[in-house]
């Protein structure tokens, strides 16, 4: 089908597309515009709707309203047409356990018409990572290098748009970083990439993101801009006893909101009656000791926090 007439200045493009299971609501009325060439990042928690996104926008599934186009070709009428130009790596590790490293990625290249050698320069810095490994089942392999061997499988037909689902989730630190170092790579050779993560410190290695609750978009922006959207002081509490803590800080009616993030609590504060002396003094008559409360800068989980409380 010739693009001609068709708005290709999207790489990805919804309109407000939403899905039911029974009555489960999983997405109610996505908007959504990708440009060519983007890192885009969808960020939430489990469940939250990201893949059942992927699975429209890959013409896995139809959507219940709304339409949805991927490099201008639309993703009902056109679906052939989208699944020659995009590769899709889903959450769980998907490819032939049986077979080994070599077989999976010839299977691949073989079901888009193509072979290992005429693509090979595109997958060749991630492929050589495991190709000591080839004759190895792809059952046996660690998560990183079953990560990289279910991207190069995704990439072996050269495809315009990449959708990555929850890619890092269960891999190891190292492995992350060494992955959003390939993505850098496959951005620079113009590939568009729509990658998913319940990981909040990864929005940062995006251009842009979208934060996800419950079906819906709460912010489209760029990590930097949602950050500076947070326009309240923003506090780190400790003291001996964490949990009461927590419900001391909410009690407070000069703190915004609380939240706790791992040995520390954030506190939100938009009121210059309480200053850091103020609330040390108010957690001491609460019976606290061992007090520490420093300023922070806001992060995009504190963002998504702040949102999804509204």
């Not at 089908?1 to 200045?9: A, L, P, S, V």
């Not at 639309?74 to 077979?99: A, H, W």
């Not at 993101?209 to 922006?221: P, R, S, T, V, W």
């Not at 500076?228 to 780190?236: I, P, T």
């Amino acid at each position: 089908m010739d693009k001609e007439n068709q708005n290709i200045n999207s790489a990805i493009r919804c309109k407000s597309i939403s899905k039911n299971y029974g009555k489960i609501e999983a997405l109610k009325g996505i908007d959504l515009d990708v440009k060519p060439g983007e890192i885009f990042g969808i960020i939430g928690p489990d469940g939250a709707g990201k893949t059942t996104l992927f699975r429209i926008l890959t013409t896995l599934i139809l959507a219940d309203n709304g339409t949805a186009s991927v490099d201008g070709f639309d993703v009902v009428k056109d679906y052939k047409e989208i699944r020659k130009r995009v590769g899709y790596m889903p959450g769980r590790f998907s490819l032939y356990q049986d077979l080994t490293v070599e077989e999976n990625l010839n299977f691949f290249a073989t079901v888009f018409n193509t072979t290992i050698e005429e693509n090979y320069e595109l997958i060749k810095d991630i492929y050589q990572q495991i190709e000591p490994f080839k004759k190895r089942r792809a059952g046996k392999l660690s998560g990183g290098m079953k990560q990289k061997l279910a991207l190069s499988c995704a990439l072996i037909h050269k495809p315009s748009v990449l959708f990555l689902d929850e890619p890092t989730t269960g891999v190891d630190p190292v492995s992350r970083k060494e992955f959003w170092g390939m993505l850098k790579k496959l951005k620079a050779q113009g590939i568009t990439i729509l990658v998913s993560t319940p990981y909040m410190d990864e929005a940062a290695l995006c251009d842009r993101i979208a934060l996800i609750q419950n079906g819906q978009f709460l912010k489209i922006d760029t990590p930097e801009s949602i950050v500076k959207q947070y326009k309240n002081k923003l506090w780190a509490v400790q003291s001996n006893n964490m949990s009461i803590l927590l419900k001391d800080l909410r009690s407070n009616e000069l703190s915004k909101n609380c939240f706790a993030f791992g040995d520390k609590h954030h506190v939100s504060v938009d009121n210059a009656q309480l200053t850091i002396d103020n609330l040390k003094e108010y957690l001491e008559k609460k019976k606290h000791s061992n007090i520490d409360i420093h300023e922070i800068e806001p992060t995009v989980e504190d963002c998504f926090m702040l949102l999804s409380q509204k």
